[in-house]
């Protein structure tokens, strides 16, 4: 095989390799976008971000928006917390509506410790959003950490 062939042989690989990877590329960002436009509510932990468990009676406050960023008022909201090991009863508490998307509930942690809420929207259609936030209870205060799920 001669200079100019084997050139010529490795420009094709490379352009066909080129070819492959932008397609998995464009693929890879279609499929993002997909899941994205499932979701139809962003769910937030307003506060309290860092909660002590020397306060008896605590709000917490969940806001709801839709994609643009417009607060959602007519979701029934239910939290529940757990603690991430095992023996511990779930907190769960009902939310009600403040105002502007803000949704409050009394909530009282029981132990320090790794704490997973779970926040259920339920909007006027019927569709249940949920999503999940860690949160670390460290005592005396919790540090929110990251959104751990979000499901349709």
């Known amino acids: 095989m001669s200079h100019k062939t084997k050139r010529g042989a490795l420009r094709r690989t490379e352009k066909v390799t080129l070819a492959i990877v932008v397609l998995i590329i464009a693929a890879g960002c279609q499929r993002n976008s997909q899941v994205?436009?499932?979701?139809a509510v962003q769910i937030q932990l307003v506060s309290p971000i860092f909660p002590s468990l020397l306060v008896e009676r605590?709000?917490?406050i969940i806001r709801v928006l839709d994609l643009d960023?417009?607060?959602i008022e007519d979701a029934h909201l239910q939290v529940k917390g757990?603690?991430?090991h095992a023996g511990m009863v779930p907190l769960v508490a009902e939310m009600t509506s403040e105002g502007d998307g803000l949704y409050a509930a009394p909530f009282n942690w029981t132990m320090a410790g790794d704490w997973v809420l779970t926040v259920s929207a339920?909007?006027?259609?019927?569709?249940?959003?949920?999503q999940q936030i860690a949160l670390f209870v460290d005592g005396g205060d919790s540090i929110c950490t990251t959104n751990v799920q979000s499901s349709d």
């Open 36 to 39: 994205d436009s499932k979701t």
């Open 58 to 60: 605590q709000q917490l």
């Open 69 to 71: 960023d417009k607060p």
């Open 82 to 84: 757990d603690m991430t």
């Open 122 to 130: 339920t909007l006027r259609d019927g569709q249940l959003e949920q």
